[in-house]
Every structure is written in structure tokens, then in C-alpha cells.
């Protein structure tokens, strides 16, 4: 995302907590590298979090050192990490106590939209902030909608981790049934693909399941605190999520099995398992 920005011209302000990343990309891009957030917020008007969940994006924003401590009047913070609602509207609110605004918006695409430019981005916050941010977005993706006031961004990317997660449970029990009865599963992907089972987790994720290696993109463990943001979001609400949270526990049952760090589309392996079966088909005792 850093590097898109570069490319359409933007000059960055680099941080990251393995410091190793930051210099690496200025060399590359040219960029310049902050020894903390602080000193990002202080030389820029503009500041774009990523990072992997709420105790991160706390730690960054209003933390020692944190960009609230540096931030300029009239600058905007831009938190692109999946990340609490509650967190995002606490933020939003400190953020205008320091004469300065805050968007969250979380991001959807995985690492292929992240690396091609072409990343859905969900934001909330205010229709001034928004427009304002607008053009850096273009450079990160090309569906971007505000979809409501500050945290509202968060609860849209819930939803998205929501529907993720169940379609990748769905397919991974389809997947185990069709191979358990004998069907060549590259067939069954091509007649599931081209009906209403269609799906883009068939089309990113077929190699994966094909092959069987389950190098993330997405990673479990990540889903799986996202999974908890969306109970955490349902409880606040009043919402039911019965399904998400079977999920959910599916994806801590793969966590326990040392899976933490495997593509989410491992899912698969578990529904393997609790049919007692290998390799999606073979039987065992």
C-alpha cells in the first residue's frame, strides 16, 4: 500500500515496528523513516495506520509516543487496520479534541489487492474527511465508499469477515464431501464456480485447495480476531451471529493444532479431520 502511494507520486513519511521494513522500502521508494508514530504525526498532515487489530491501533494512535502525542491541528488520521467500532469512535472523538479528524478505514482484497492497487476500502468518519483522503485511496483501491459516520467502517468490515469466513466453511464441507464420494475436485470447482455457488473464495483460494499448500495470504489467527470484533459488535448491537460463531471456534480448533499462521482456507483440513478423513477424500479409522 506504502509502495502505491510512492508510485502515484505521494511522499511518505515511513514507521514500522520492524524498523528492517521501513528502511527497506525507503530505499526503494525513497521515502523518509520516522523513529515512532510521534514523529510521523509530526511531519505529516496526513497519517495512514495499518496494523493487525485494536490493541495495535491504540498502542499506535494514542499511546507513548503514539500519534496523538505529535499530531498537527487540521491533520487527518487514516486507520486502515481491522479494528474495534468502540476503538474507532473513542479515537475519532480524541482525535477532534486535538483540532484534528480520523477516518477508520478498514481494507478487504487480501495481499493480492494490497500489492495490484485494487482493494475495496470501507470508511467511516465524516463526508469532509473522506473527500479529503479520497485521492490517496485511489492509489490503494478501486471500490471506495463511505459508508456511514466514525466506526461504521469497522462494522462493514466485520460484515465482510463474516461473509468470508462462512463461505470458507462452506466450501471447505463441499470440497470434503465431493472428494469423499470420488469427484475430481478441479470439476467440482468449475460447476460450483459457474452457478449460484460462485464465489470469489473459489476463485482466489482454488490453488490453495488444489494444491493443499496453505501459505497465508489471510491468516488465521487474524480472522480469527476479526471473527472476535464481529461477537464483540453483535453483542453491542443485539445482533445474533449464531454461524459466526461456530466459525469462530473452527478457526480456534485450528489454532490449537499449531495452524495459527496457515491461509484461513484451512478450514478445510478441520472439516478433514472431524470426518476422519485425509487429503480431503481418503478414509481412516
Known sequence: MASNLMGAGYDLVLHNRTKEKADKLAAEGGGEVAENPREVAEKCDVVITMVPGPTEVEAVVSGGD?????????SLVIDMSTSSPTLARRL???ARERKAS??????SGGDVGAIEGTLSIMVGGEVKDFERARPLFEAMGNTIIHVGPDGTGQVVKAANQIVV?????????ALVLGSGAGVVLEKMLDVLSGGLAGNRVMEVKREKYLSRRFEPGGQVKYHRKDLGIALAAGREYGVAL???AVVDQMFGALIARGRDGWDHSALVTLVEELSCRDNYGQGRE
Open 66 to 74: 503514539g500519534l496523538l502525542e505529535g499530531i498537527r491541528k487540521g
Open 92 to 94: 475519532a472523538r480524541t
Open 102 to 107: 480520523m477516518l477508520d478505514a478498514p481494507v
Open 165 to 173: 469466513a462462512l463461505v470458507m466453511e462452506a466450501v471447505a464441507e
Open 242 to 244: 449464531p454461524a459466526t
